[in-house]
T-cell receptor, first 118, second 114 residues
């Protein structure tokens, strides 16, 4: 079974531009989460999507947005890029829906997209 | 709010040395606890997990025990190898209200010397 794939793997953008990153989850997985990883802040949760709906959101400004398509593929968009947005953006997928008492749901991570803002 | 604290790195060990990476957490309710590993240029991989107090997760020679009384989930390995060199992340998952998000520690870089 193919793993989580993210495209592109590397990206260089200029301040003020906008960028779209893509994530294809493992086949059958319906939940997709996004994380930002930086040396100073570590891994920070951006948002999670399930069945095309955002279920959970971290503490990031509105410049960060996402969506999920009917085939569970997800995109995240960052508008008006700032230097501080330079980071590794990780996508993780999981299955099935977690319900109370059912135990943790393992997340499978993609290799990430390395975004550099100049 | 919920949080995870892990020991600062980097940790440098000789091959076959004993490894401990400390992790403590703060959470409401009863979280599940995880250790993830990230090798250079790759995403995170689940190493082990524990879902309730006193559970011991283990994988590839690594172990961690869910200690509710000390709110800890320390990672241990009796004899490290050069191939264990990576960044290790402790994480919790509260799964409140049928949804969930993971909270990660800042990561601990391990370097094992031959």
């Amino acid at each position: 079974k193919a793993g989580v794939t993210q495209t592109p793997r590397y990206l260089i953008k200029t301040r003020g531009q906008q960028v779209t990153l893509s994530c294809s989850p493992i086949s059958g997985h319906r939940s997709v989460s996004w994380y930002q990883q930086t040396p100073g802040q570590g891994l920070q949760f951006l948002f999670e999507y399930f069945s095309e709906t955002q279920r959970n959101k971290g503490n990031f400004p509105g410049r960060f947005s996402g969506r999920q398509f009917s085939n569970s593929r997800s995109e995240m968009n960052v508008s008006t890029l700032e230097l501080g947005d330079s980071a590794l953006y990780l996508c993780a997928s999981s299955f099935p829906t977690r319900t109370s008492g059912s135990g943790p749901v393992e997340q499978y991570f993609g290799p990430g997209t390395r975004l550099t803002v100049t | 709010g919920d949080s995870v604290t892990q020991m600062e790195g980097p940790v440098t060990l000789s091959e076959e040395a004993f490894l401990t990476i400390n992790c403590t957490y703060t959470a409401t309710g009863y979280p599940s606890l995880f250790w993830y590993v990230q090798y250079p240029g790759e995403g995170l991989q689940l190493l082990l997990k524990a879902t309730k107090a006193d559970d011991k997760g283990s994988n590839k020679g690594f172990e961690a025990t869910y200690r509710k009384e000390t709110t800890s989930f320390h990672l241990e390995k009796g004899s490290v190898q050069v191939s264990d060199s990576a960044v290790y992340f402790c994480a919790l998952n509260t799964g409140a209200s049928g949804t969930y998000k993971y909270i990660f520690g800042t990561g601990t870089r391990l370097k094992v010397l031959a």
